[in-house]
């Protein structure tokens, strides 16, 4: 399967800070797609991104698409308790079912 | 609309035992797929679908056998269970690129 490396592993972070993480491959991808996953849980998807240079925003969460089509960002701003979880970046190779791989996941925590 | 459905939500199995694994969709999506989710690890895709009546293999489908006779529901079986099969297994849905998924079945083999 393809190499998805996302990074960082793990951040601990203050209330109310700002959080960035990105996800990079060798690979062209299509499609980028990002999903958070709580304990228990399976993956919530958050942003899906379809156009090299796309910024996009869901609330608080703002991706964007690489120039490049090899990589990926996920910015959350003033971060509140509720965004504690896995955050997964996604890259779609080509259309077609056998094509998403994910990345290992950014660990997030944020101290009250 | 419930989205992805999975049940059990949690399983111990004795080694060499089986089991099946079910799901269902109601958003008449036409891709399904079967993930495996190790400690630390990303998802690994076992099984997929982009049909009723058609199934394909992913990246790692030995010990597992799906099925997909409706458009609602993937099971996916394990025969002989064997302990390297302990995971969080996910199965998830699509139309086109954004695949939704099931909050998961934790399965333990011993």
Known sequence: ?112 | NAGVTQTPKFRILKIGQSMTLQCTQDMNHNYMYWYRQDPGMGLKLIYYSVGAGITDKGEVPNGYNVSRSTTEDFPLRLELAAPSQTSVYFCASSQWDEQYFGPGTRLTVT
Do not use: H
Request: overall charge neutral; hydrophobic content about 35%.
């Open chain 1, 1 to 112: 399967g393809q190499q998805l490396n996302q990074s960082p592993q793990s951040m601990f972070i203050q209330e109310g800070e700002d959080v960035s993480m990105n996800c990079t491959s060798s690979s062209i991808f299509n499609t980028w797609l990002w999903y958070k996953q709580d304990p228990g849980e399976g993956p919530v998807l958050l942003i899906a991104l379809y156009k090299a240079g796309e910024l996009t925003s869901n609330g608080r969460l703002t991706a964007q698409f690489g120039i490049t089509r090899k990589d990926s960002f996920l910015n959350i701003s003033a971060s509140i308790p509720s965004d504690v979880g896995i955050y997964f970046c996604a890259g779609q190779l080509r259309t077609g079912a056998n094509n998403l791989f994910f990345g290992t996941g950014t660990r997030l925590t944020v101290i009250p």
